[in-house]
């Protein structure tokens, strides 16, 4: 660790050479490495964000102990504790987000089955809980609009790409299964492709239930 942390500091030193006393660099070498560690333990857990008053702490519970049977580091964020100047679709959406590392281990076969069909499970339980439920969002103490809630199920291929996937709230559960297995397949699609476009490091697809596909409906 400690050889590790001269190395972050000799590379700092050699950025801003003399200007940068001695503690504030030690500091922002130990920053710079926590900084590290996290985005790393990103990479390798399944993430969840979502509303206190749509999932009950009994099913958190469960899919954590499920999850992290398969060693898998699980980690959640309750957003109706957060703030935000405007309300988009993602933020008004429950999020379950797989790091590039658990994406390309489901696409290698190499957690098997199981894992899979925790998260199948669940996006099933979940959408059926969310269904006709929607946000109030408020804005200077007066109520503004019910907004629909919708479930978004996010892969990581890489550290700059991630492949979005929406349900939306109103949509009935018929052929969940299939759906994700299609989703699961475009996936290991995208990640095959020889050029990543760093400007557009995310895409966004809606199930068209005419065509009985996935539809690419935005580059983020």
């Known amino acids: 660790m400690d050889e590790l942390l001269d190395r972050f500091k000799k590379t700092l030193r050699e950025i801003h050479g ?10 922002m ?11 790393y333990q990103f990479e390798k857990s399944i993430h969840l964000e979502y509303f206190n008053n749509t999932i009950t702490d009994e099913s958190i519970d469960e899919l954590t102990k ?3 049977s398969y060693g898998v580091l699980f980690t ?3 957003k109706s504790k957060e703030a935000y100047n405007s309300i988009s679709d993602i933020f008004t959406s429950i999020v379950l987000i797989l790091g590039s590392e658990v994406t390309g281990n489901l696409l290698l076969g190499a957690l098997g089955n199981g894992l899979w069909e925790i998260i199948v499970d669940w996006v099933r339980v979940t959408r059926e809980n969310i269904k ?28 700059l790409t991630r492949i979005d996937f929406v349900f939306k709230n109103n949509e009935d559960n018929t052929n969940l299964r299939e759906h994700l297995q299609d989703a699961l397949k475009l996936v290991e699609k995208e990640s095959k492709e020889e050029e ?9 697809f809606r199930y068209d239930h005419g065509k009985k ?3 690419h409906i935005a580059q983020l």
């Open 18 to 27: 003399e200007l940068i006393p001695e503690a504030d660099l030690d500091k």
């Open 196 to 204: 990543i476009q760093l400007l557009s490091p995310r895409k966004k």
């Open 213 to 215: 596909e996935w539809v």
């Open 66 to 68: 499920d999850i992290e």
């Open 132 to 159: 006709n439920k929607k946000l109030t969002k408020i804005t200077g103490g007066t109520k503004i609009e019910q907004i629909e809630m919708n479930l978004y199920i996010c892969f990581k291929i890489d550290e």
């Open 76 to 78: 959640k964020k309750d």
């Open 29 to 39: 070498a130990k920053d710079l490495m926590a900084s590290k560690s996290d985005k």
